[in-house]
């Protein structure tokens, strides 16, 4: 009982190094599987009662042989003809383990029932027990460890379970590898698509940020050679009108090569590059020697500058072709399809980075031709209201003349056509000062008459001016101000006419019996004012339409009064002038408050 216990002891411990063994080979052989696949038909063939042991591989369709232990001279080349074997139930006692994912146990190839053509096989290599493990992994067989051995007789339960120990191992480490192949696959594509985004990122950053479009092109060329592993690179801007290619930026060409094809425009059709108007696709050449269908008056110059192969990307714009992006590789061969795909990218930057030089030389031009109508446009309506006002206030003047009664009396009917006629001429008065006064801003003619004035006062005046209209529609007007505020530097006129327009709109906007609050405080370095009233209010998304010129926005009550729609642009631009800024707060139904400020300190002007 000692000698057997010991045994029993021995075998374990042999069984124990052999599976760490095992492990260990998967634990240092991350990426190739052939040396755990030798290391457990050596283990079995030694601790399973076999002579021989093999492990195969199933692909699916083919069961292939993966690796054999087998001493007996000339055995091993005959069990290797066998494979790659077809699966079918009599072809091996593998093929059965595999389709029936159990295990498969022959003590005596003689006696037990196998078909005739295993048993010739077996017969053969000289086996006549065997024994077959499938390998399987989340249901699906992979593959098939065997053990089989020249005399007859069953395999003890501890070598069978041995056996499926090592076919275990064995899926172990066929997912390790995959797992770990994958991985370097995944690491390597994220290395790539990082470094592609980076350098994306940077060319993007260089498209939006910068109107120069040679700096913008020469980055792309840059990048894209760095990142496709070329030698040079070039990008061609092509011109409808000549059907030429023109060279826009180089990256690594010597300035002779440089000055080559900057005196040589590329004709449509021509080389590579000529190619793309018909093609507009992707257009490389492997090798420019040994290409007898390249005909380019640069090919000895590329020849010459150690250049080999190339590869033209159209530059496309809404299917138009506006030029051609060129990587240069001083050694032959074809390009690979991701780099291919990579400089499509690139293309595509490089061709909205023309078309955005393009368009901003439209815009500058565009803007120009602007400016010169506007100030045309700015001295028209000076000149215009000049015209406009001298007759104006003969009518007004005339208007207020018969009103008065110096020239006898008139009639009620009179006196009302009267009233409309000075009411209507004042309205109109307003309205061609504004624009007057607008436009002079335009022109960049409106001067502020700086001086200093006492601010608390000048508030005071403008709500003296409004009072009486507020009256008359019972409308509660009060001022809270700060009195840490006196004297500013401004244009007390200018303020003062922001002040109306904001008092005037916030009582002809509110209701009768409602409420008009004026506030004057000390922020900072600034005196920040504000009108509110208890009115109609304006919408969130009409707050900056309120200060465009000739808008009037918000419900049909606020339409109803007539205004010329200039006050609270001509005011915002009164405040710019002084270095303010002014803004509104309202919702609809819920008043409004309109709040500017005026700097206290020293004198500042936008």
Known sequence: KV???????????????????????????????????????????????????????????????????????????????????????????????????????????????????LRETYRRIGLRAAISVPMIHEGRPIGVVGVSRGTAGPFSPRQIDLLQTFADQAVIAIENVRLFKELETRTDALTRSVGELRALGEVGRAVSSSLDLETV?????????????TDGGAIYEYDDQTEEFHLRATQNFDPEFVEVLRATPIRRGEGVTGRMVETREA??????????????????????????????????????????????????GEFSPEIIELLQTFATQSALAIQNARLFQEIEEKSRQLEVANRHKSEFLASMSHELRTPLNAVIGFSEVLLERMFGQINDKQDEYLQDI?????????????????????AGRMDLEVADFHLPQAIDNAITLVKERAARRAIVLQAVVDPRLGEIKGDERK????????????????PEGGRVDVSAALAGDVAEISVTDTGVGIAAEDHEAVFEEFRQVGTDYAKKHEGT?????????FVELHGGRIWVKSELNQGATFTFTLPVGPWRTS
């Open 565 to 573: 729609g200039l006050g609270l642009t001509l005011s915002r631009r």
């Open 283 to 332: 257009t490389q050449i492997p090798d420019v020697l040994e290409d007898s269908a390249y005909q380019s008056r640069l090919r000895d110059t590329l020849v010459r500058s150690g250049y080999r192969a190339l590869l033209a990307v159209p530059l496309l714009r809404e299917d138009r072709i506006i030029g051609g992006l060129v990587v240069n590789r001083k050694t032959p």
């Open 495 to 510: 303020v003062k006419q922001v002040l109306l327009n904001l008092l005037s709109n916030a009582i002809k906007f509110t």
């Open 217 to 229: 092109l020469a980055t792309i060329v840059s990048r894209a050679n760095e990142l496709s592993s």
């Open 3 to 117: 000698d057997e216990r010991t045994r029993e002891l021995t075998e374990s411990l042999e069984q124990q190094t052999a599976t760490a063994e095992i492990l260990r080979v998967i634990s240092s052989s991350p990426t190739d599987i052939q040396p755990i696949f030798d290391a457990i038909v050596r283990s079995a063939s030694r601790l399973c009662g076999g002579e021989y042991a093999i492990v195969t591989r199933y692909d699916g369709e083919l069961l292939h042989l993966a690796a054999q232990h087998n001493p007996r001279p000339g055995t091993a080349e005959e069990t290797a003809r066998l494979y790659p074997q077809i699966v079918r139930r009599e072809s091996s006692m593998a093929a059965r383990a595999l389709l029936d994912g159990v295990v498969v146990h022959v003590a005596d190839i003689d006696t037990e029932e196998v078909s005739p053509s």
């Open 422 to 442: 000075l009411s209507s001429g004042r309205h109109l008065l307003s309205l061609i000062n504004d624009i007057l006064d607008l436009a002079k801003i335009e």
